[in-house]
């Protein structure tokens, strides 16, 4: 299977949403998020029925919290909602961009807070009953520095950038620090160095609301601070729906790996012309359940055409219905062939 980072060779790579576990298992997801005893059976009878499904040539999700990218700034004091059977979901708590810096410039202890407690619990069950395998602190997660503010501030965060941006840069600031704090602060639990000499990733998608000419001033600052706290190794960056006029910006923050997932403007030619990043090429879910099986493969020929050097997609739900996993099998089939090709090269 390829690497998720290839630059020059072939790649490819098949993932599994972590919410398509408790789907096959019947378990509603306010119940795999709040449940410990339901979280070990979606990961234990889970990830067997994925297989039967889809083979041996997908990688599979290692045993882990639930996942949530809202836990920083839960601590924060934003409340995380558990709607029945749906995607956890926060509000924005503050009403002004004063009341903000003033919040965020208080010190937090992120072990006080009650979901942490949660997910801390929930870990230590996961720990015990899949004592076999290396099971890791994660899942309460963190977006990045401009997604956190939007989820903070709502969408009168887009006025602030106009109306106080210094006000604005103070906020970045604040929360750049927090992310930075809250992420040593969840290695720490798996014993982890707090520079990573590897990788680190970041997902800030955004920041694609920031205008590309206001980029250099309020998005690459704070995530090339960021990085260089926490790695002296690879940046990667998950971006959704950028504009082919950001891409510049990401050779300026020194990404050294792009993951645009879903972005209705750009394709694998737009983004080999406005960045030296390499990247990798999703197949959503929702385009995929309108293929039928014999365009798959065209698609993932296409991509390559394109100037794609690795392609992916992630098994969700839906996609274990009807004739959805015989598709995910066929661009399975055709990334393989693809790596034979020599004018493509790769081990696939």
């Known amino acids: 299977m390829g690497s998720d980072a290839a630059e020059t060779e072939w790649g490819w790579f098949v993932g599994v949403a972590t919410a398509t576990l408790p789907y096959l298992c019947g378990i509603s997801l306010d119940e795999f998020y709040l449940s410990p005893r339901q979280c070990v059976r979606a990961f234990g009878e889970g990830r067997r029925k994925v297989r039967e499904l889809f083979g041996d040539d997908i990688t599979m999700p290692e045993v882990h919290c639930p996942p949530l990218s809202y836990g920083h700034i839960a601590c924060l004091g934003a409340r995380v909602i558990f709607p029945r059977d749906s995607e956890p979901s926060v509000r924005p708590i503050y009403s002004g961009i004063d009341d903000a810096v003033k919040e965020l410039e208080k010190p937090v202890r992120f072990e006080e807070n009650d979901l942490f407690r949660h997910y801390i619990s929930v870990y230590r069950y996961l720990e015990k009953e899949f004592a076999r395998e290396n099971v890791k602190f994660s899942g309460f997660g963190y977006e990045g520095p401009i997604t956190s503010a939007v989820l903070l501030r709502g969408k ?91 891409l510049a910006y990401l050779d300026e923050a020194g990404i050294d790996h792009y993951d645009p997932s879903v972005s209705a403007r750009l394709d694998p030619q737009v983004i080999n012309e406005r960045t030296n990043v390499p990247f990798t090429w999703r197949l959503p879910s929702f385009e995929l359940m309108k293929m039928s099986i014999t365009e798959v493969p065209m698609w993932v020929r296409r991509s390559a055409d394109k100037g794609a050097r690795h392609v992916h997609l992630y098994i969700e739900p839906l996609m274990c219905e009807h004739d959805n996993p015989l598709k995910v099998l066929a661009f399975i089939d055709a990334a393989k062939e693809m790596a034979r090709l020599p004018d493509v090269g790769g081990d696939g």
Request: aromatic fraction near 12%.
């Open 156 to 246: 009168d965060f887009c006025v602030d950038l106009y109306r106080s941006p210094q006000k604005v840069k103070r906020l970045l600031d604040l929360l750049t620090e927090s992310i930075i704090s809250f992420v040593r602060f969840t290695r720490g639990i798996n014993s982890e160095p707090e520079m990573n000499p590897e990788s680190t990733g970041l997902a800030d998608d955004f920041s694609s609301l920031i205008h590309p000419k206001m980029w250099r001033e309020f998005v690459v600052p704070y995530w090339d601070r960021y990085y260089a706290a926490l790695t002296s190794g690879k940046r990667t960056l998950h971006c959704e729906n950028l504009s082919p006029d950001h």
